[in-house]
């Protein structure tokens, strides 16, 4: 049956076509959803209401037969700024995609105001990747993806905590993943800004997420933000 369907969410992928149609990669409370803009490159169209990081609501036709629903109506609602600078666009980009891949329409629901308020403050924090540490392991947590804090050692690996090799977090490091997973936002924020050992939380953060969730396309985008920083 052809079909009409409302929803809204953020735009967090775009792939052109060399049609000049747009394949959007959208993460909203309903779940992740694809959709073609056709003709959305081409100087009568609409590609300004289509950047990434833009909040839309907007409307697909589905049609039988095919793989993705086409984009008939946008609406802006809203734009994140100040994700594009260097710095920041690859901690924006690796949150937004991570949420992408786990955004089921079980989840989603609990996913979507992490990003929004991980994706704000990448934007505002003068540390992108102290905001991007708390965000990604409350998003892997509300997926049910969560870090195993239970049990001795010191490490994390892969997911797992061990006693030989992984990511070392030592005790200061299992405290403040503790508070990251457990406490409110703003004070989970504190115990970060107040000297938790960042590098090893964002590598056991990085670890962990290639365990649960697979290797994200962002993960190049990071390597070099790390080594320029």
Known sequence: MERYAVSEGLVVGRKPLPAGDVILSFVGPEGAAQAVARKALRPTG????????????YQVYQKPGNDLPTLTQAELVGRLEGLEAPNRFPYA?????????????????????????????????????????????RILKA??????????????????????????????????????????????????????????????????????????GSAGLLANSHRAE
Do not use: C
């Open 93 to 137: 980009a690796f949150l937004a995609e991570l949420t992408y891949r786990l955004a089921s329409p079980e989840v989603a629901g609990r996913l979507w105001p992490l990003l929004i308020s991980g994706l704000k403050g990448v934007a505002k924090h003068s540390n992108p990747r102290l905001v991007s540490v708390w965000a990604g392991w």
């Open 143 to 216: 997926a049910g993806l969560g870090a195993d804090l239970g049990g001795e050692g010191e490490h994390l690996l892969d997911g797992q905590r061990t006693t030989q090799g992984g990511v070392y977090l030592g005790l200061e490091g299992l405290e403040a993943l503790a508070a990251v997973l457990r406490l409110p936002g703003g004070e989970a924020i504190g115990v970060l800004e107040a000297g938790a050992p960042l590098d090893r939380l964002w590598q056991a953060l990085l670890a962990h997420t290639r365990y649960t969730v697979g290797e994200l």
């Open 46 to 57: 609409r590609s300004g209401r289509l950047s990434l990081f833009h909040h839309l609501r």
